[in-house]
């Protein structure tokens, strides 16, 4: 069973930049079915989808993050991870990765999902 | 973009209850749209893809129909492990948006 875990601080000062990597065991993220995909949810709030990548290092943004975000894949070390600068207080929140079906060439689906990270911005 | 608008924001049914949510896409999606359960402190996991494909090991009284701009999720007999918030989520183009949810209680 593919599962996905992130790692990174949870605790991050205002306008640096946030890093997280997910790390893939039992599957790999070379392969040509999935992309890997970010998502985030401050407390008590809806989803929201940040960005995916695919293994060959293509990628997919939110257009309301893109000029903040960078997914990037390290395939050697089966992982994926999201970088987003200039943080401020709203973009506290869980973050989840997860495999993403890959759907006449696009991202689709999201299953499974990593256990999520709380990344708290806060001086 | 797309927005996808789900309703009722909340809903309190009692067990065995049929419960329908809707989804609605500002613009036609085909059929490109999942739907997810996320129990109180848990992780999101999918239900149904491509509309009404069933997820493996989900539950049968769970069902998902639509097609364009209209979709429902339906649980046919309400159980008390199905409280959770519900979310619809388009793939057909990024970016793949989320409904606002919505929320099941029992009664």
């Known amino acids: 069973q593919l599962q996905l875990q992130e790692s990174g601080p949870g605790l991050v000062k205002p306008s640096e930049t946030l890093s997280l990597t997910c790390t893939v065991s039992?599957?790999?993220?070379?392969?040509?079915?999935?992309?890997w995909g970010w998502i985030r949810q401050p407390p008590g709030k809806g989803l929201e989808w940040i960005g995916s990548i695919y293994y060959t290092g293509s990628t997919y943004y939110n257009p309301s993050l893109k000029s903040r975000v960078t997914i990037s894949v390290d395939t050697s070390k089966n992982q994926f991870s999201l970088k987003l600068s200039s943080v401020t207080a709203a973009d506290t929140a869980v973050y989840y990765c997860a495999r993403q079906s890959r759907i006449d060439g696009a991202p689709g689906w999201f299953d499974p999902w990593g256990q999520g990270t709380l990344v708290t911005v806060s001086s | 973009d797309i927005q996808m608008t789900q309703s009722p924001s909340s809903l309190s049914a009692s067990v065995g209850d049929r419960v329908t949510i809707t989804c609605r896409a500002s613009?036609?999606?085909?059929?490109?749209l999942a739907w997810y359960q996320q129990k109180p402190g848990k992780v999101p996991k999918l239900l149904i893809y491509a509309a009404s494909t069933l997820k493996s090991g989900v539950p049968s009284r769970f069902s998902g129909s639509g097609s364009g701009t209209d979709f429902t999720l339906t649980i046919s007999s309400l159980q008390p492990e199905d409280v959770a918030t519900y979310y619809c989520?388009?793939?057909?183009?990024?970016?793949?948006?989320f409904g606002q949810g919505t929320r099941l209680e029992i009664k």
């Open positions: 039992r599957g790999s993220i070379s392969s040509s079915t999935y992309y």
């Open positions: 989520q388009k793939y057909n183009s990024a970016p793949a948006t």
């Open positions: 613009q036609g999606i085909s059929n490109y």
